[in-house]
């Protein structure tokens, strides 16, 4: 229902308390970041102006380009996954009763595991000697180790994270097809519809705003991983799965070379912001067309 | 006549198909969810030789010794006790900040209410990992650092923003025209606020409630940096188990084991406004 708003100005007072607490969490440390990334440092709190030679430095480094294709990669292939498999999840969910109400539960377990603990889970699912996965695939004769071979590690880590997000997806689809009312299909039926063009003229355009919540909330999850794939591989084998955060971190806590760090935060920051404004725009724009 | 009956039986049989087909892709869907939970747990009960010596799918020498050595230890139990507080605290102060936040955006145009909603959402897509380090020197520099309030505080850079967003949502879905008649009526705008709005989305608050609990349970990145020993989350205590004579698996899966118990009761409690929820109010 999109309401008439009335122009207050007043209200800012409204949002202040949003304002500080976030302006304390955010601003400030935000700040600290840009300000490492122009400053050089030989130790004992001394700086010195330096300019933009990190970000340029950081550019040049094929380390950071690497990560970020890598980062990508896992996105876009977990984006493929995960919407689709979570809108057949959804048309395949039971519409009442007993049954809809354990579905939800037992959809959204994975949701609540702590991921380091997600990480955990798989870690030890895929072992070859004490995990059910490891072993089972292990005795079918496959041969897989996700802590030596490069697309076990991957395959690992994408099963995992759709293991734990497809869910997220699914419950947002399913409350999208909760909200059409019966005689859209009624109206279907009299038209002898196709299950492809019920769902391709009334399920997938109504589904269409909660849709791009999950895609921009799986997209921005999914390009901030850290935990998950930490525990289970350690960004390994090699680099194999070390994306953005985990070369990050490894490069700002392990390393402490906080002015690349700080570069490389910043321009993260910002390709995290560019996608994001492109996914709400199209969101916003599609919340108007809907009319509510 | 017969091929009547031959057409009806056949569409009757396509339809029953139809409906397995659906009870089957849930099935394996749920299985698939649930095999490594299962494994978890099935592990937490065995002891450590029968874990690395014999491959069984079930307990043989069923054991609780596992939880018993969680359960009694200090060091391991009060993690759950740090986390759980911090995540109460951070939850309480994310809904309190986001109510009145939310009311406004879903209310009133002000200037620069849009940027401020965008400036708001960006948060929530700010990596924690960018955040790590400043937060560490920040809550270091107020002698906050190993404290719960920091971690709580530390949290509401993506909890305020998703709270506001959800709220902002179920509240465009109340009319205006409660709020008019309650000034007619000579109602305050606090006594308003608390006494007849809040109750008209108590749903709403519920469901943000839970998305910052269940945001602020799960994270790790953040709560492990701002901590060393008083504030430790379970979910860092859990590396103890790995020591000089190899990794204890069986405390290891206790201990995660008991990390899903509390979301689970969370989930039990909000089940029936799960799917709403995480549609963010916005069906």
Known sequence: ?292 | MADLTVNTGATRKASRIRVNGSALVMTLYLVFLMLPIYWLLNMSLKTNSEILGAFTLWPQNLTLANYATILTDASWYMGYVNSLIYVVMNTVISVAVALPAAYAFSRYHFMGDKHLFFWLLTNRMAPPAVFALPFFQLYSSVGLFDTHIAVALAHCLFNVPLAVWILEGFMRGVPKEIDETAYIDGYGFGRFFVKIFMPLIASGIGVAAFFCFMFSWVELLLSRTLTSVDAKPIAATMTRTIGASGIDWGVLAAAGVLTIVPGALVIYFVRNYIAKGFALGRV
């Open chain 1, 1 to 292: 229902m999109m309401q008439e708003k009335t122009v207050n100005h007043k209200a800012w007072f409204l949002v202040l308390p949003v304002l500080v607490l976030v302006a304390f969490s955010a601003v400030i440390p935000l700040m600290t970041v840009v300000n490492y990334s122009v400053q050089d440092s030989f130790g004992n709190n001394q700086f010195f102006w330096a300019g933009l030679e990190w970000f340029r430095e950081m550019l040049a480094e094929e380390r950071m380009w690497d990560a970020l294709a890598r980062q990508m990669a896992f996105s876009a292939i977990i984006l493929a996954i995960e919407v689709p498999l979570g809108i057949f999840v959804a048309l395949n969910m039971p519409k009442r009763g007993f049954w809809t109400s354990f579905c939800l539960v037992v959809m959204s377990l994975p949701l609540l595991v702590p991921w380091n603990v997600v990480g955990t889970i798989w870690q030890i699912f895929g072992r070859v000697d004490i995990g059910l996965l490891g072993y089972t695939l292990d005795a079918l004769g496959i041969e897989y180790n996700y802590t030596q071979n490069v697309i076990d590690a991957w395959v690992t880590v994408i099963v995992m994270d759709v293991w734990h997000w497809t869910s997220l997806v699914a419950l947002l689809a399913y409350a999208g097809l909760q909200s059409i009312p019966d005689a859209y299909y009624q109206a279907a039926k009299i038209d002898q519809a196709s299950r492809w063009k019920v769902f391709r003229y009334i399920e997938l355009p109504k589904m269409a705003g909660v849709l791009m919540i999950a895609i921009l909330l799986r997209f921005m999850d999914s390009f901030m991983i850290y935990t998950e794939p930490f525990v289970v591989t350690g960004g390994g084998p090699g680099n194999a799965t070390t994306f953005l955060s985990i070369d990050l971190v490894k490069m700002a806590l392990g390393q402490f070379d906080l002015g690349p760090a700080a570069a490389f935060s910043i321009m993260y920051f910002l390709v995290i912001l560019l996608i994001s404004w492109v996914f709400y725009t199209v969101m916003t724009n599609l919340d108007k067309r809907e009319g509510n």
